[in-house]
T-cell receptor, first 112, second 115 residues
Framework: TQLLEQSPQFLSIQEGENLTVYCNSSSVFSSLQWYRQEPGEGPVLLVTVVTGGEVKKLKRLTFQFGDARKDSSLHITAAQPGDTGLYLCAGADGGSNYKLTFGKGTLLTVNP | DTAVSQTPKYLVTQMGNDKSIKCEQNLGHDTMYWYKQDSKKFLKIMFSYNNKELIINETVPNRFSPKSPDKAHLNLHINSLELGDSAVYFC??????????????FGPGTRLTVL
């Protein structure tokens, strides 16, 4: 069974600060996705990374896939209250059904 | 228009009852999923259907039975509800088979509370 460990589990910061969230596994994933979930809603896809070492930017968010495709990080620059939410990483096993395994999430609170 | 919709939004019921949750997607996707999110926010795949064919069936009690009447609908029926079934259940859909590089679109969730 593939497991994804996310850290930190909780993060509370002030507006304008930078932060990094980590997603680690001992397993290799064919691809990795990051989702954000707001209270009372379903997760929404932010990005998909496929190639080892790949870096993708989405405005103030920077996503990196580890060289060995076992880990990923999400860095947010100058966090804003609108960034508040649960950040989930999800890895695909590359099998015939590409089942997604989710991490347990990082709950981010950005205080104004 | 809501892309993936679920009904009901909230479901409160007694132990031992049987209940169903319905899901519909209007995105024209081939694949649909059911996930369970527990009180610690851990999201776990339960089932997946591709064009009405069951392709993922995780270790889930057989009290849970998915049914896909057509590729736009995936319902979840739960028999003999137990306290531990309390959770938020999410339906999702994706264009192709599996969620590797494909975007999964999630519904708003159904919060099930078993008393």
């Amino acid at each position: 069974t593939q497991l994804l460990e996310q850290s930190p589990q909780f993060l509370s910061i002030q507006e304008g600060e930078n932060l990094t969230v980590y997603c680690n596994s001992s397993s290799v994933f064919s691809s990795l996705q990051w989702y954000r979930q707001e209270p009372g809603e379903g997760p929404v896809l932010l990005v998909t990374v496929v190639t080892g070492g790949e870096v993708k930017k989405l405005k103030r968010l920077t996503f990196q896939f580890g060289d060995a495709r076992k880990d990923s990080s999400l860095h947010i620059t100058a966090a804003q209250p609108g960034d508040t939410g649960l950040y989930l990483c999800a890895g695909a096993d590359g099998g015939s059904n590409y089942k997604l395994t989710f991490g347990k999430g990082t709950l981010l609170t950005v205080n104004p | 228009d809501t892309a993936v919709s679920q009904t009901p939004k909230y479901l409160v019921t007694q132990m031992g009852n049987d209940k169903s949750i319905k899901c519909e997607q209007n995105l024209g996707h081939d694949t649909m999923y059911w996930y369970k999110q527990d009180s610690k926010k851990f999201l776990k795949i339960m089932f997946s259907y591709n064009n009405k064919e069951l392709i993922i069936n995780e270790t889930v009690p057989n009290r849970f039975s998915p049914k896909s009447p057509d590729k736009a609908h995936l319902n979840l029926h739960i028999n003999s509800l137990e306290l531990g079934d309390s959770a938020v259940y999410f339906c999702a859909s994706s264009q192709v088979r599996g969620g590797g590089t494909d975007t999964q679109y999630f519904g708003p969730g159904t919060r099930l509370t078993v008393l």
